[in-house]
């Protein structure tokens, strides 16, 4: 029996990996605020992972063979895991994202060594407890995040994982609103704006990343990993699948120039290349099986 924490996590893609973690025999402690209990059979730890006195109260003793942080956001955030549970965990599993590509623009799938942690300068001194400021950094706040374990800040003694998740969809409990967005708009033949130039990106399922996390957990690599499903999808292709599924839908894309675009849409490409994963053993879908699938839960839940 591996004993697992899980910071975060009640939600979406978070619930499926707590429900494998137990179904597979672990020990799972969730720590969280206290706003939502976790599935039956975990274990709860009340605690604000902001606050590191309040941390540390809620672990008192315990340790673990491995924390998978499902809302580490900031290097602040990061910095308070780094001491806290240096000495309580044997391995870190940080949920990135591929926004950390952000500022890239290749038409090609990119790697993980586009973006070394390692390189990245950090700035604890940002104002990273601003909701506005973080919500317009949030790809900047997951690069120095990751930063942070992979240089131990703090005083961290044990091996960092991060794990960039594509973009995700599906699941009858989709939060998002992005797929929802396409249908509302394709019933009603409401235009869908984009940029004129519309850049493509990987993604995965809600079930695949649940499964890629939980399969990592039981892995000793360590570094940087891409999770995306193989294939990429553009906005276009994404619209026809859902429009498939609304008999008298249309599909009406106004491509625009600044402003605000619809979700999904993108200037720059969000290609991942799922190459590493691959080779250390993991078994991607490709996207484009199981699009109709996540479009059609999303339009049961909107219809």
Same mark, same amino acid.
């Given at each position: 029996?591996?004993?697992?924490?899980?910071?975060?996590?009640?939600?979406?893609?978070?619930?499926?990996?707590?429900?494998?973690?137990?179904?597979?025999?672990?020990?799972?402690?969730?720590?969280?605020?206290?706003?939502?209990?976790?599935?039956?059979?975990?274990?709860?730890?009340?605690?604000?992972?902001?606050?590191?006195?309040?941390?540390?109260?809620?672990?008192?003793?315990?340790?673990?063979?491995?924390?998978?942080?499902?809302?580490?956001?900031?290097?602040?955030?990061?910095?308070?895991?780094?001491?806290?549970?240096?000495?309580?965990?044997?391995?870190?599993?940080?949920?990135?994202?591929?926004?950390?590509?952000?500022?890239?623009?290749?038409?090609?799938?990119?790697?993980?060594?586009?973006?070394?942690?390692?390189?990245?300068?950090?700035?604890?001194?940002?104002?990273?407890?601003?909701?506005?400021?973080?919500?317009?950094?949030?790809?900047?706040?997951?690069?120095?995040?990751?930063? %942070?374990? =992979? $240089?131990?800040? @703090?005083?961290?003694?044990?091996?960092?994982?991060?794990?960039? #998740? *594509?973009?995700? &969809?599906? +699941?009858?409990?989709?939060?998002?609103?992005?797929?929802?967005?396409?249908?509302?708009?394709?019933?009603?033949?409401?235009?869908?704006?984009?940029?004129?130039?519309?850049?493509?990106?990987?993604?995965?399922?809600?079930?695949?990343?649940?499964?890629?996390?939980?399969?990592?957990?039981?892995?000793?690599?360590?570094?940087? %990993?891409? =999770? $995306?499903?193989? @294939?990429?999808?553009?906005?276009?292709?994404?619209?026809?699948? #859902? *429009?498939?599924? &609304?008999? +008298?839908?249309?599909?009406?894309?106004?491509?625009?120039?600044?402003?605000?675009?619809?979700?999904?849409?993108?200037?720059?490409?969000?290609?991942?290349?799922?190459?590493?994963?691959?080779?250390?053993?993991?078994?991607?879908?490709?996207?484009?099986?199981?699009?109709?699938?996540?479009?059609?839960?999303?339009?049961?839940?909107?219809?």
């Amino acid at each position: 029996m591996r004993d697992v924490c899980v910071i975060g996590g009640n939600r979406y893609f978070g619930k499926r990996l707590i429900a494998r973690l137990l179904s597979a025999g672990d020990r799972v402690s969730v720590v969280n605020r206290g706003s939502a209990a976790p599935p039956a059979g975990a274990i709860h730890l009340v605690a604000d992972r902001d606050d590191e006195e309040s941390l540390e109260r809620a672990l008192g003793s315990r340790t673990f063979d491995v924390v998978v942080d499902q809302v580490c956001y900031t290097p602040v955030q990061a910095a308070i895991a780094s001491r806290v549970f240096a000495g309580r965990t044997r391995r870190y599993v940080m949920t990135s994202t591929v926004e950390v590509y952000e500022h890239l623009d290749s038409a090609d799938l990119v790697s993980e060594d586009a973006v070394d942690p390692r390189t990245v300068r950090v700035d604890l001194g940002l104002p990273w407890n601003d909701p506005e400021f973080l919500d317009t950094h949030y790809g900047e706040g997951k690069r120095q995040a990751e930063a %942070v374990l =992979a $240089a131990g800040a @703090g005083g961290a003694a044990f091996p960092c994982v991060a794990v960039r #998740v *594509a973009h995700v &969809l599906g +699941g009858d409990d989709d939060f998002t609103g992005r797929l929802a967005h396409y249908a509302e708009r394709i019933r009603s033949g409401e235009p869908i704006a984009v940029p004129v130039v519309n850049r493509p990106a990987t993604y995965i399922h809600v079930e695949e990343i649940a499964n890629f996390l939980a399969w990592t957990v039981g892995e000793e690599f360590t570094g940087v %990993v891409n =999770a $995306a499903s193989s @294939g990429v999808l553009g906005t276009e292709e994404l619209c026809e699948v #859902v *429009a498939s599924h &609304l008999p +008298g839908g249309k599909v009406v894309l106004r491509r625009v120039v600044g402003g605000r675009f619809s979700p999904l849409s993108f200037t720059r490409s969000y290609g991942m290349d799922n190459a590493r994963a691959t080779r250390l053993g993991f078994a991607f879908t490709k996207v484009h099986d199981w699009l109709p699938t996540a479009v059609t839960s999303t339009l049961g839940r909107t219809s």
